[in-house]
């Protein structure tokens, strides 16, 4: 399973208002501003959880993507432990897709 079909599974993203391509897009330039996510505290660890795929320049991207959305990256990596085993599943499927 990839990020993008779980979030929409855990219903973190309705596929009605974004498509695979969109969240590619919006990952690879670092530009989330029209992603439209159900649940924000989720859609905010994610970025956070994101940033580990990121090759190069991690902070930087993380910055620029929470930027998008007005948001810095302190908000993005807190509360994801209260998110329980969605977040702990994240975690693993992000770790697992990093290497």
């Not at 399973?1 to 855990?10: D, G, P, R, S």
């Not at 219903?11 to 919006?26: G, H, R, W």
């Amino acid at each position: 399973m990839n990020v993008y079909n779980y979030l929409i599974e855990t219903e973190v993203l309705d596929k009605e208002y974004t498509s695979p391509q969109d969240f590619i897009n919006a990952i690879e330039n670092a530009n989330v501003s029209s992603i439209r996510p159900k649940l924000q505290d989720n859609f905010k660890c994610t970025l956070n959880q994101l940033k580990e795929c990121i090759k190069s320049e991690k902070r930087k991207w993380l910055r620029e993507i929470c930027s998008s959305i007005n948001l810095t990256p302190q908000q993005a990596s807190k509360n994801g432990t209260n998110l329980g085993k969605w977040y702990e599943d994240l975690q693993k499927l992000v770790s697992k897709k990093s290497k």
